[in-house]
């Protein structure tokens, strides 16, 4: 009822003068009137509704027009009803520049596909992944774009269930873990993950247990062949019992030390991040690992100390010490006798650095980016014939990187190599003359 009141109000008041013009002039006059007040009514109408349509072909974009009664109410609820809406859709597309943004910022690769499986969207990273262009692409289907046939099979099977793995086809060095998951109406969104530092890590893992059996099951062999071959002799020769205690003496050595350095790496990796800020006497460390290169050499080899900066170092000296001795170590075992050591402890480009340089055979530039992982050795047979365990520079590495330090391998075959513990300068302490003391012991 509160819409037709208005109209029935007026068309009462138009009846009622019709009526009396009736009463007061006759018919013809009333009917007169009648027609021409009925015709304005139906013009206001008219009017009105052209109004109305003229605003609303400008979008609503400006005011409402004002008027009074049943017109004045319908543009007034109107006008409400746009700003309503116009601030919704505000909301709406605030809303989803913010999805956008948060998609693009992303990592991993988003593509929105439609139901024939053709590319509405993607984000930024879908073109370092998939080496996709959301302008460029927009439209095409994206097994024409990605073409293995691994893939394909995947998308047509539609099992939102399922991960598939694949090389991209945009870096073949990358590995990519692909999922498809269902959005709004017929439409799928293709989720893809770089996983190649996954796999990497995961290849790592399966070396790391297949060698540690490896270095484990020989020795053990060795040691159980010859404790059958004494059971089963029945007076063995003073000889052959020293010659086999002896070998079995190395292997069970051999054994001791690949499980120490385990435990040295897994006590590093378990460690808390933060090291024992000591203050290291670098000049007479380098003096203690001299005479530790000299020990281990026997003179096999010409040792050579260079201390060009008298610096100390803010860390810990147990495991400073422990990485230097491994560097120190290869390269004595490394570097064929008549060969020359030469540790070095100076300052360059602001940093500190400890370096073992050797004349040995030296290591091709393929290796030297896998040289720090476990067990992992350039030539197998040497270095176990060196007695290496395979987890020397692995220890460094750890060591090193909880001082915040690198390491850096330079080497030319047959020539030798360079490594260097690349110290922060935040980790140098001035020298203190005779004034200040190394708190710890540097005797090993």
Same mark, same amino acid.
């Given at each position: 009822?509160?819409?037709?009141?208005?109209?029935?109000?007026?068309?009462?008041?138009?009846?009622?003068?019709?009526?009396?013009?009736?009463?007061?002039?006759?018919?013809?006059?009333?009917?007169?009137?009648?027609?021409?007040?009925?015709?304005?009514?139906?013009?206001?109408?008219?009017?009105?509704?052209?109004?109305?349509?003229?605003?609303?072909?400008?979008?609503?974009?400006?005011?409402?027009?004002?008027?009074?009664?049943?017109?004045?109410?319908?543009?007034?609820?109107?006008?409400?009803?746009?700003?309503?809406?116009?601030?919704?859709?505000?909301?709406?597309?605030?809303?989803?520049?913010?999805?956008?943004?948060?998609?693009?910022?992303?990592?991993?690769?988003?593509?929105?596909?439609?139901?024939?499986?053709?590319?509405?969207?993607?984000?930024?990273?879908?073109?370092?992944?998939?080496?996709?262009?959301?302008?460029?692409?927009?439209?095409?289907?994206?097994?024409?774009?990605?073409?293995?046939?691994?893939?394909?099979?995947?998308?047509?099977?539609?099992?939102?269930?399922?991960?598939?793995?694949?090389?991209?086809?945009?870096?073949?060095?990358?590995?990519?873990?692909?999922?498809?998951?269902?959005?709004?109406?017929?439409?799928?969104?293709?989720?893809?993950?770089?996983?190649?530092?996954?796999?990497?890590?995961?290849?790592?893992?399966?070396?790391?247990?297949?060698?540690?059996?490896?270095?484990?099951?020989?020795?053990?062999?060795?040691?159980?062949?010859?404790?059958?071959?004494?059971?089963?002799?029945?007076?063995?020769?003073?000889?052959?019992?020293?010659?086999?205690?002896?070998?079995?003496?190395? +292997?069970?050595? #051999?054994? @001791?030390?690949?499980?120490? =350095?385990? *435990?040295?790496? &897994?006590?590093? /990796?378990?460690?808390? %991040?933060?090291?024992?800020?000591?203050?290291?006497?670098?000049?007479?460390?380098?003096?203690?690992?001299?005479?530790?290169?000299?020990?281990?050499?026997?003179?096999? +080899?010409?040792? #050579?100390? @260079?201390?060009?900066?008298? =610096?100390? *170092?803010?860390? &810990?000296?147990? /495991?400073?010490?422990? %990485?230097?001795?491994?560097?120190?170590?290869?390269?004595?075992?490394?570097?064929?006798?008549?060969?020359?050591?030469?540790?070095?402890?100076?300052?360059?480009?602001? +940093?500190?650095?400890?370096?073992?340089?050797?004349?040995?055979?030296?290591?091709?530039?393929?290796?030297?980016?896998?040289?720090?992982?476990?067990?992992?050795?350039?030539?197998?047979?040497?270095?176990?014939?060196?007695?290496?365990?395979?987890?020397?520079?692995?220890?460094?590495?750890?060591?090193?990187?909880?001082?915040?330090?690198r390491l850096d391998i330079q080497s030319t075959p047959g020539k030798g190599s360079t490594f260097s513990a690349i110290f922060p300068a935040e980790r140098l302490i001035p020298a203190q003359g005779g004034e200040q003391q190394p708190r710890l012991s540097l005797v090993k």
């Open positions: 009822m509160g819409f037709w009141w208005r109209p029935l109000v007026t068309l009462s008041v138009i009846a009622l003068i019709a009526l009396m013009l009736w009463a007061g002039g006759g018919a013809a006059l009333a009917l007169k009137f009648a027609v021409i007040a009925l015709l304005a009514y139906l013009a206001r109408q008219l009017w009105q509704e052209k109004r109305l349509a003229r605003w609303l072909e400008q979008g609503g974009d400006r005011p409402a027009p004002s008027d009074i009664g049943v017109w004045g109410d319908i543009f007034y609820r109107l006008e409400k009803l746009q700003k309503r809406q116009s601030q919704s859709q505000s909301e709406l597309v605030t809303a989803l520049g913010r999805f956008q943004h948060a998609a693009e910022a992303v990592p991993d690769g988003i593509v929105i596909l439609n139901e024939q499986d053709r590319i509405e969207w993607c984000n930024p990273a879908s073109r370092r992944l998939l080496g996709l262009d959301a302008a460029r692409d927009r439209g095409q289907y994206i097994h024409y774009l990605m073409r293995q046939s691994d893939f394909v099979d995947f998308l047509n099977a539609r099992d939102y269930s399922k991960q598939l793995n694949i090389s991209s086809p945009a870096n073949r060095d990358l590995r990519l873990m692909v999922q498809l998951v269902p959005f709004g109406a017929e439409q799928k969104l293709l989720m893809v993950r770089d996983i190649t530092e996954l796999e990497r890590v995961d290849a790592m893992r399966r070396d790391f247990v297949a060698n540690v059996s490896h270095e484990l099951r020989t020795p053990l062999t060795v040691v159980g062949g010859f404790v059958e071959t004494l059971n089963d002799l029945d007076k063995p020769a003073d000889a052959d019992l020293k010659h086999y205690f002896g070998i079995m003496l190395n +292997h069970t050595r #051999r054994m @001791q030390r690949l499980l120490d =350095d385990l *435990l040295t790496l &897994s006590r590093l /990796e378990s460690s808390p %991040a933060t090291v024992a800020e000591e203050q290291v006497h670098m000049p007479e460390l380098m003096r203690e690992l001299a005479r530790e290169a000299e020990s281990l050499s026997r003179g096999r +080899h010409a040792i #050579r100390l @260079q201390i060009d900066a008298q =610096d100390w *170092l803010s860390g &810990s000296l147990q /495991e400073l010490q422990s %990485a230097f001795s491994n560097l120190v170590s290869n390269a004595v075992r490394y570097t064929p006798e008549g060969g020359e050591i030469t540790l070095r402890w100076f300052e360059q480009n602001g +940093h500190a650095v400890f370096a073992v340089t050797d004349t040995g055979e030296g290591i091709a530039s393929e290796h030297l980016s896998r040289l720090t992982e476990r067990f992992y050795r350039v030539d197998r047979s040497r270095s176990r014939e060196s007695g290496g365990t395979g987890l020397g520079l692995a220890i460094v590495k750890h060591i090193l990187t909880r001082h915040q330090a």
